[in-house]
């Protein structure tokens, strides 16, 4: 089955800076990768994702970057504020089972 | 809509207690799951549904049984519960298996001493 690995455990930076969370996994068939967002005491929430036959995604501030050969995609984030620290977290579908696989998750924080 | 409703949110067990974990959408969709969060760990799926009466297990099944009756409904319970399953527990649904998002309901936090 799939297995996802996701870096760094811990983010912090400065609020303005760039944040970039790395993710890989197994199955070079996999075919859709999620990120989701959990604030402190939250729900996971969807904030983008990306379909294996596109290698890049954006939507404003957040973009994803798919790179299937190497099997791994990022999670971009530009213009951090203090409202984006949390825990993203990646994940990537197994084809055979069609069922989501987490990372670890990351825990950003964004410092004012 | 309310999305997914869990309940109860915060429960204590004692080692060897049973209980039911209630999860139930109001969105119509076809896929519910349960995964269990620990520390460092990320999110591990329990158990799955693709449909009422069907049900099939993920990865760490182990301790725990679903069913699913209705489309709305899909409780987990915890047979003989072990401080192992000591967790914060989501459920989730989907319009359908495969690619698509996930919502998920608020969590319920459960301790086992």
């Known amino acids: 089955g799939e297995n996802v690995e996701q870096h760094p455990s811990t983010l912090s930076v400065q609020e303005g800076d760039s944040a970039v969370i790395k993710c890989t996994y197994s199955?070079?068939?996999?075919?859709?990768f999620p990120w989701y967002k959990q604030e402190l005491g939250k729900r996971p929430q969807l904030i983008i994702d990306i379909r294996s036959n596109v290698g890049e995604k954006k939507d404003q501030r957040i973009a994803v970057t798919l790179n299937k050969t190497a099997k791994h995609f990022s999670l971009h984030i530009t213009e951090t504020q203090p409202e984006d620290s949390a825990v993203y977290f990646c994940?990537?579908?197994?084809?055979?089972?069609?069922?989501?696989?987490f990372g670890t998750g990351t825990r950003l924080l964004v410092s004012p | 809509n309310a999305g997914v409703t869990q309940t109860p949110k915060f429960q204590v067990l004692k080692t060897g207690q049973s209980m039911t974990l209630q999860c139930a959408q109001d969105?119509?969709?076809?896929?519910m799951s349960w995964y269990r969060q620990d520390p460092g760990m990320g999110l591990r799926l329990i158990h799955y549904s693709v449909g009422a009466g069907i049900t099939d297990q993920g990865e760490v099944p182990n301790g725990y049984n679903v069913s699913r009756s209705t489309t709305e409904d899909f409780p987990l319970r915890l047979l003989s519960a072990a401080p192992s399953q000591t967790s914060v527990y989501f459920c989730a649904s989907s319009y359908s298996m495969g690619p698509g998002e996930l919502f998920f309901g608020e969590g319920s936090r459960l301790t086992v001493l």
């Open positions: 969105m119509n969709h076809e896929y």
């Open positions: 994940a990537a579908m197994d084809t055979g089972f069609q069922k989501l696989v």
């Open positions: 199955d070079s068939a996999s075919n859709y």
